[in-house]
């Protein structure tokens, strides 16, 4: 069993700054593409950044120069720091990875149970 655990999220002033933390536990091999996505009432799904192994990153056009994706494979952990945070912003922040499991040596397609990110004006 592996599991994704994000932690970080809160209410922030617009304006303000917020670190994401999200860390896979469980039996791992390896851990492929990580990424972030975020949902806002009533709205879809949405892309905001991804991640490869190697460091290569990929981000929502609107949120590029305020978002970074980083992670530390030696943890097993993603982060996204989000600066100039405004009120749209505001969304369920999920963690997503592409694992490999120790046994059996499959590729399993996990998510996190999601933080709330709250902007005020």
């Known amino acids: 069993q592996v599991q994704l655990v994000e932690s970080g999220g809160g209410l922030v002033q617009a304006g303000g700054s917020l670190r994401l933390s999200c860390a896979a536990s469980?039996?791992?091999?390896?851990?492929?593409?990580m990424g972030w996505y975020r949902q806002a009432p009533g709205k879809q799904r949405e892309l905001v950044a991804t991640?490869?192994?190697?460091?290569?990153?990929n981000y929502a056009d609107s949120l590029k120069g305020r978002f970074t994706i980083s992670r530390d494979n030696a943890k097993n952990t993603e982060y996204l720091q989000m600066n100039s945070l405004k009120p749209e912003d505001t969304a369920v922040y999920y963690c997503?990875?592409?694992?490999?499991?120790?046994?059996?040596?499959?590729?399993?397609?996990?998510w996190g149970q999601g933080t709330q990110v709250t902007v005020s004006s």
């Open positions: 997503h990875a592409n694992i490999v499991r120790n046994w059996p040596r499959i590729v399993v397609n996990v």
């Open positions: 991640i490869t192994s190697g460091g290569s990153t």
């Open positions: 469980g039996s791992i091999f390896s851990i492929n593409d």
